[in-house]
């Protein structure tokens, strides 16, 4: 009777596993997602370029359209972000949708910020004030020329070395 209800509840184990999806994860590694690029609609193409390129150091490569609307950066192994050119639409950004990139030292980042005239705040909008997370990740936030909302965090665990 004892070994019938171990079986029983393995049986049991063995459903609920494969029925949540544990299992068949690991088959599928065919369809595992990586991110490729993050596509930035701008409405100036060169102010953003240079923004992009001054204020956050990223480096350009290559893009295939050579048609003067796109401008593609790397992120290092993270992908790509693309500028992609085009009518302006004004419409409310919710400050949850940003993008973070994270520096060794969030100080060294507020006086590059600093010596191009470039206004931040802590998350709660406070100007020059830095949001310290409950684990101790530094962050602060301001905006591209197309009020695209940017997070800079001093988060290690992701930091280029």
């Excluded at 701008?42 to 003067?68: C, M, R």
């Excluded at 409950?134 to 197309?146: A, E, H, S, T, V």
């Amino acid at each position: 009777m004892m070994m019938r209800k171990t079986i029983g509840a393995l049986i049991s184990i063995i459903i609920v596993t494969i029925s949540s999806g544990k299992v068949s994860a690991q088959s599928n590694v065919d369809i595992t997602v990586s991110l490729n690029h993050i596509a930035v609609y701008v409405s100036n193409l060169e102010k953003s370029t240079a923004f992009y390129e001054t204020i956050l150091n990223l480096k350009q490569i290559p893009e295939p359209f050579h048609d003067g609307k796109h401008t593609w950066f790397t992120i290092g192994s993270a992908g790509h972000i693309h500028l992609v050119m085009g009518e302006p639409k004004e419409y409310v950004r919710d400050r949850n949708d940003h993008l973070c990139f994270s520096v060794k030292s969030v100080e060294a980042f507020i006086s590059n910020l600093e010596s191009h005239k470039v206004k931040y705040t802590n998350w709660p909008g406070t100007s020059k004030e830095i949001t310290i997370r409950k684990d101790g990740i530094k962050q602060i936030y301001f905006k591209d020329p197309d009020g695209h909302l940017i997070e800079i965090n001093n988060d290690t665990s992701v930091v280029s070395k």
